[in-house]
């Protein structure tokens, strides 16, 4: 039975890059499959072996890539924008408040364009990379594989105003999050699936304590966490002024490196670390997220295609293709 949910989900995912490419048909100002086949056909390869050694090397890392793509494509598209170092006369996205000291995974993301641009010279945009890069670090963290459109390219321009009002906060509210992925073309089950990723990677301590005290002085602390969770956190987060900002928590303690649905039996049990995250099954507005939540608590297969479905979405949200943009030759800055 196992062999045949698999089949199943595989076809299931077939058909969902198929279908995808069918909304970016083929032509130089659209997304699509095989696109660097003739120009750089060792790219993938490339890709997949430098992410299985930065994992390797450091198992955090899927985690940060993934994020990184999600805070790339939700600030002026998928454009490489947030790749961007500051200079004099630019301000970039890396000091966003939500990116500031948080965003990781920009040097893996170097040593991939260094290995590209040595194989096959300004070819392959960084904006494609960091789409690829993140589906690697999915995949060779147990969760799906799927077929990537490409043909992105990279922005000269960074939007720090975008970055501070346009990305989810870890404190917003079911409802303020189906508003901020609706404005992105993004569903409330596609909010979920995404939310989904927070399966693997940590978060820091500043951005979960008001779950933990009752630092105002009104009511107890945060009646959606499970009380012997709070006690194992509360150990690695101390109270406001007694230090800790930036001690880190495992989003998902039970399976932290591994892609799976756990953190939706999690939240079914009251243990989602961020208040964004419990939200989408404990708030009284959740009642369309908490369906589909248990929905992935059961099936960890439709979690998967769900997932697969929703990065494809997200990952074409206002690509620069034809000739937009540039293929930049640094990541970190402009030609």
Same mark, same amino acid.
């Given at each position: ?28 100002? !659209? ?86 641009? !040595? ?38 321009? !960074? ?177």
């Amino acid at each position: 039975m196992k062999k045949i949910r698999d089949g199943l989900l595989w076809i299931t995912i077939f058909i969902t890059g198929l279908m995808m490419m069918k909304r970016c048909p083929r032509g130089d100002s !659209a997304l699509q499959l095989g696109f660097y086949g003739t120009s750089c056909p060792n790219l993938e390869t490339i890709v997949a072996n430098r992410m299985q050694d930065a994992i390797n090397g450091d198992s955090r890392v899927a985690a940060s890539i993934t994020r990184l793509f999600f805070h790339d494509c939700f600030v002026q598209g998928c454009d490489a924008s947030v790749l961007l170092d500051d200079t004099s006369t630019f301000t970039g996205e890396k000091g966003a408040v939500p990116n500031v000291n948080s965003l990781r995974g920009f040097d893996v993301i170097d040593a991939i364009k260094a290995q590209i641009e !040595a194989a096959c010279p300004a070819v392959v945009s960084c904006a494609d990379i960091i789409a690829l890069a993140s589906r690697d670090a999915v995949s060779l963290s147990g969760g799906p594989n799927w077929q990537v459109p490409l043909g992105r390219r990279d922005s000269r321009t !960074a939007s720090l105003q975008l970055a501070n009002s346009v990305l989810p906060s870890p404190f917003f509210n079911v409802s303020v999050l189906l508003s901020n992925f609706a404005a992105q073309g993004l569903t409330a089950r596609d909010l979920v699936a995404l939310s989904g990723a927070h399966t693997f990677g940590q978060a820091r301590c500043r951005f979960f304590r008001a779950r933990l005290y009752n630092d105002t002085g009104n009511g107890d602390p945060d009646p959606t966490l499970n009380r012997y969770y709070r006690l194992v956190l509360q150990d690695g987060c101390p109270q406001q002024g007694e230090g800790g900002d930036d001690n880190l928590a495992m989003l998902d303690p039970y399976t932290p490196t591994t892609f799976d649905n756990r953190y939706f039996v999690n939240l079914r049990i009251l243990r989602g670390l961020l208040p964004s995250d419990q939200t989408l099954y404990s708030s009284t507005d959740s009642s369309t997220t908490q369906q589909v939540v248990l929905s992935y608590v059961n099936d960890n297969s439709l979690f998967f295609s769900d997932f697969v479905t929703a990065m494809l979405k997200m990952g074409s949200i206002n690509p620069l293709t034809g000739d937009q943009g540039e293929i930049r030759l640094n990541c970190r800055k402009i030609n």
